[in-house]
């Protein structure tokens, strides 16, 4: 029952993106591919037939998947909807937690217009979720593309910064957060934001140097 329902929300899936998104024929070709590959993951991996045990949720974004699409829109400075209808759909996927179908709806984002600077950047968070908060090859090749569609913005580096100081890595996560606030505008409304995350990240560096000194002064 359960791969009928797979298949089921596959379809409806391509429905929707195809004829209510409308989406280019020159596209469908890729967002089948993208479904097939999100239900032989399913079936890979997933197990249908056994019962559901708990997993960890991934560390990504606080405030959950909705919360890393929200920061990436306020870094990118978008109010309405975006222009390409993959990356409609792979926010979709992105709020609903399904990172690996997402990174395959924003692949062909990309692969439709390689300087789509916001699609590189939602790629890199989709991939970087869908490996419970690490910094893959894939997803810094994307942020790498990000950049250079866009070098002076401030997703980049926020993102990238993001991911290392999730894997305890505060030296380089500082940096990059130093350089996303260089980047932003006075007046975006994300700016007080930016700032008051480095200087948490500060005050964690000197409370982490404050314990080594003592740790130190003990021996």
Avoid: C
């Avoid at 490996?131 to 569609?149: F, V, W």
């Avoid at 500082?174 to 200087?199: C, G, H």
């Amino acid at each position: 029952m359960n791969w009928v329902l797979a298949i089921a929300l596959a379809l409806a899936a391509f429905v929707f993106a195809a004829f209510v998104l409308k989406t280019p024929r020159r596209g469908w070709e890729a967002l089948a591919a993208a479904l097939l590959l999100g239900i032989a993951g399913y079936g890979l991996q997933a197990s249908p037939g056994l019962p559901g045990s708990p997993t960890p949720p991934p560390a990504i974004e606080p405030g959950g998947a909705e919360g890393l699409v929200e920061a990436r829109r306020a870094l990118v400075g978008r109010e309405g909807m975006p222009s390409s209808n993959w990356l409609v759909v792979g926010d979709a996927l992105v709020r609903n937690g399904n990172f690996g179908d997402a990174a395959g709806m924003l692949l062909a984002a990309v692969e439709e217009d390689p300087e789509d600077y916001e699609a590189w950047l939602a790629l890199g968070n989709a991939l970087t979720a869908h490996a419970d908060g690490t910094l893959t090859p894939a997803a810094l090749y994307a942020y790498r593309k990000a950049s250079e569609a866009a070098p002076a913005a401030p997703g980049p580096p926020f993102f990238l910064g993001l991911g290392h100081a999730q894997a305890g890595q505060f030296d380089e996560a500082r940096d990059l957060w130093a350089e996303a606030l260089k980047r932003t505008p006075e007046d975006s409304p994300i700016r007080p934001e930016l700032e008051a995350r480095l200087a948490r990240l500060l005050e964690l560096e000197a409370m982490i140097e404050m314990q080594r000194n003592m740790q130190g002064g003990e021996r």
